[in-house]
T-cell receptor
Framework: DAKTTQPPSMDCAEGRAANLPCNHS???????VYWYRQIHSQGPQYIIH???NNETNEMASLIITEDRKSSTLILPHATLRDTAVYYC??????????????FGTGTRLKVLA | NAGVMQNPRHLVRRRGQEARLRCSPM?????VYWYRQLPEEGLKFMVY????????ESGMPKERFSAEFPKEGPSILRIQQVVRGDSAAYFC???????????FGPGTRLTVT
């Protein structure tokens, strides 16, 4: 089962910031939070990941709470092309020390003109 | 650096035929993951492979499905005796050795008639 829960859908006005929340209350100390998005039926696109510090790149910012039980992905100036399903993922660590992703249902973000 | 390549992009098979889906990981990536996505659903993990080894196949149906990642050449997901319920998008992702993010291919859309 997925280790994360997200709201099923959100709307955001074009040009405004889109704030997508994610709960991961069972996350352990060394597990990263990853964000991907899937535009239409394309392959998921990597956005950003973090452990405990806030992270920023050219696409988005990731804010992780101090207790690490939740995080927020921020798209600072949403455009119509940001309309997509956004997935928050905590990796499932295998006994071999490797890992795999378990996708939840994600948040369907609709950016409105 | 070319991204993850999948072919064919679209595949139509009649019930009972075999489907072979190919995935070429990004250069330098030795880990391959396969996912299945049914219409209007999230991605479901199927199998995780390293070169010549299956690391985790917990998401793969026990019958008719198999996967390999040979020393040379692409990873292959093989579905024998396809049924209508196998119609889905199949995505492949790759990552380098270590706890790095996965990069996804464009997917293969399998339609069983």
């Amino acid at each position: 089962d997925a280790k994360t829960t997200q709201p099923p859908s959100m709307d955001c006005a074009e040009g405004r910031a889109a704030n997508l929340p994610c709960n991961h209350s069972t996350i352990s100390g060394n597990e990263y939070v990853y964000w991907y998005r899937q535009i239409h039926s394309q392959g998921p696109q990597y956005i950003i990941h973090g452990l405990k510090n806030n992270e920023t790149n050219e696409m988005a910012s990731l804010i992780i709470t101090e207790d690490r039980k939740s995080s927020t992905l921020i798209l600072p100036h949403a455009t119509l092309r940001d309309t997509a399903v956004y997935y928050c993922i905590v990796r499932d660590i295998l006994t071999s020390g490797t890992y795999k992703y378990i996708f939840g249902t994600g948040t369907r973000l609709k950016v409105l003109a | 650096n070319a991204g993850v390549m999948q072919n064919p992009r679209h595949l139509v098979r009649r019930r009972g035929q075999e489907a072979r889906l190919r995935c070429s990981p990004m250069k330098g990536h030795s880990h391959v993951y396969w996912y299945r996505q049914l219409p209007e659903e999230g991605l479901k993990f199927m199998v995780y492979l390293q070169k010549e080894n299956i690391i985790d196949e917990s998401g793969m149906p026990k019958e008719r499905f198999s996967a390999e990642f040979p020393k040379e050449g692409p990873s292959i997901l093989r579905i024998q005796q396809v049924v209508r319920g196998d119609s889905a998008a199949y995505f492949c992702a790759s990552s380098p050795q270590g706890p790095y993010e996965q990069y996804f291919g464009p997917g293969t859309r399998l339609t069983v008639t």
